[in-house]
């Protein structure tokens, strides 16, 4: 689906009733004013659906049939079906989710592999930022030290030691951004030989070595756990400067050692190994990085009607210009992308890269078969108040996100990216926000944009976190969490065009240090959480 650079609609006047249709096709159009429109409502001049009659009130971001629909007709958004009339619908009535059946989903057989032949994007050159650049060539937008743990059982220990460090340490070293803890619920009371254990471990191990922690590597651990330090984080993967001569084991504390006697004791030692990390990153400086350095997660979370006409729009073409420019970009969420599967596998560079996708998504089935769901599980009760009728219609406005360029790379959940893995890149994740932002930061994603609908206070304490609101509503409400308002498309006020440019350069400024996002303002931070679908015992 092309990304539509012009408005939307026209201006309405002051207290217009204002409908947006994204396809010509569509036989629904969405109401866009606050608030909703009350029955009786007649549609003005200028808008989808003009001189009709509302039979109901519709609330905001919900859709009205701009026909009749027979029963079974299909009813159509993004110029395609999102689902099918259970009984006959009126022209001017409201059209929600308790009257349309879910189709089917596409067969994995049979899909168009790599046809698409886009023309070629122009580059774009003469774009940079200040980052940080790491000795494995990776390039980090903050400095950040972090402290890796492997089990769950010393998570309350290290949030009180990085309290201290962050109290009693970092004012020593002010060219060091924060200290965290990676918290998890792994580690132990799990299946670790299993086979799909695989995937929480390497997610772990790739986040700790995520390009804003300047390749410094701190492990606390408790002793008796499953995960070992070597298991998570063998010695050929610990990056030159935190590792220790002759010493298999990644540097850090061990609780149970016999030196600790007491809790005290165990706070002690965990600060005090964090100084030579501290030095270490208070000794780099931010460097003129091209633009291509950027790696950024693009993710919706809390969507709405609205996300596939404003907000994942101008991402996508914030997307565009970013791999223009060489950068990565990465998206996710597979139940969100495979009702646009066709779409996915016809943008591939190669065959290879849509049999790629087809694999993820054919395993991801799998998972949610064992589970006795199926892809309609995905939408939640958010989702629908704020119009999406069910994941067709999510789908569609979901994949907006990746712009127009080929998909260059498949990432399976907690791989990271080699360098060489540049341009668009499906990374393969739950569309859960929490589990999708842990498994980006894990790829290597160094910035993040997340989009959404009805609002969420989301954030992650390792890599800034830019919030786009769909709809001016919610950036006026939320005026300080939210960082870019797209609901102007909605407005008429600017273009998709016009937003694009300004996110794109929004994200230079963060990624320079120049801009904090609202997230890193407060301090929100959600917990990482790994996707562990192996047994819990």
């Not at 939320?478 to 102007?488: E, K, P, T, Y």
């Amino acid at each position: 689906m092309a990304t539509d650079t012009r408005p939307v609609s026209p201006l309405p006047s002051s207290g217009a009733a204002l409908t947006l249709q994204v396809h010509p096709d569509d036989n629904v159009a969405i109401v866009a004013n606050d608030g909703g429109l009350p029955a009786g409502t007649c549609l003005p001049a200028g808008v989808p659906g003009a001189g009709l009659v509302l039979k109901n009130t519709v609330p905001q971001g919900h859709k009205l049939a701009l026909c009749d629909l027979p029963e079974g007709a299909a009813v159509l958004r993004y110029g395609i079906p999102i689902g099918h009339a259970l009984r006959a619908i009126q022209a001017g009535q409201w059209v929600h989710e308790r009257l349309l059946r879910l189709p089917s989903a596409h067969p994995l057989q049979g899909l168009p592999m790599a046809t698409a032949r886009a023309p070629a994007l122009p580059p774009l050159q003469g774009h940079s930022f200040q980052g940080y650049r790491n000795a494995d060539g990776s390039v980090g937008t903050r400095n950040i030290l972090a402290v890796t743990t492997t089990v769950q059982c010393v998570a309350g220990v290290v949030a009180h030691a990085v309290q201290r460090i962050r109290q009693e340490l970092l004012p020593l070293y002010p060219n060091v951004d924060d200290v965290v803890g990676l918290e998890h619920s792994y580690g132990c009371g799990v299946a670790i030989e299993a086979p799909e254990a695989s995937i929480p471990i390497r997610t772990l191990r790739h986040i700790s070595l995520n390009p804003n922690f300047g390749g410094e590597v701190l492990v606390v651990s408790l002793g008796c756990e499953k995960l070992q330090p070597e298991r998570l984080l063998p010695a050929d993967s610990i990056p030159i400067a935190s590792r220790v001569p002759g010493q298999e084991r990644p540097p850090g504390v061990c609780l149970q050692d016999s030196q600790h006697v007491g809790f005290m004791s165990m706070l002690d030692s965990i600060v005090a190994s964090a100084r030579p990390h501290l030095e270490r990153l208070q000794a780099r400086r931010r460097e003129t990085m091209p633009a291509s350095e950027l790696v950024v997660g693009v993710q919706c979370g809390g969507s709405d009607a609205f996300s596939g006409v404003t907000a994942n729009p101008v991402v996508g073409f914030a997307t565009d210009l970013l791999v223009r420019a060489g950068a990565t970009v990465m998206f996710s969420e597979n139940t969100e992308v495979r009702d646009a599967v066709e779409q996915l596998t016809r943008r591939a560079a190669t065959p290879q890269v849509a049999e790629a996708i087809v694999r993820e998504l054919a395993w991801y089935d799998d998972y949610l078969a064992r589970g006795g769901v199926d892809r309609s599980a995905n939408t939640t009760p958010g989702n629908k108040a704020g119009g999406l009728s069910n994941i067709v219609e999510k789908a569609m406005g979901s994949i907006a996100k990746s712009g127009t360029a080929p998909i260059t790379h498949v990432l399976s959940p907690g791989d990271r990216l080699a360098p060489q893995q540049r341009g668009l890149v499906y990374a393969a994740t739950p569309a859960s926000d929490f589990i999708c932002g842990t498994l980006q930061l894990a790829a290597g994603m160094n910035l993040h944009v997340f989009t959404t609908g009805r609002g969420t206070p989301y954030g992650l304490a390792a890599c800034p976190v830019v919030k786009v609101a769909t709809r001016s509503d919610l950036a006026r409400r939320w005026h300080d969490l939210m960082d870019l308002n797209a609901g102007r498309v909605a407005d008429g006020q600017a273009t998709v065009e016009q937003l694009g440019w300004e996110l794109f350069h929004l994200l230079l400024a963060v990624a320079s240090g120049e801009r904090r996002t609202w997230a890193e303002h407060w301090r929100l931070h959600n917990a990482l959480v790994l996707f562990n679908p192996a047994p819990v015992t």
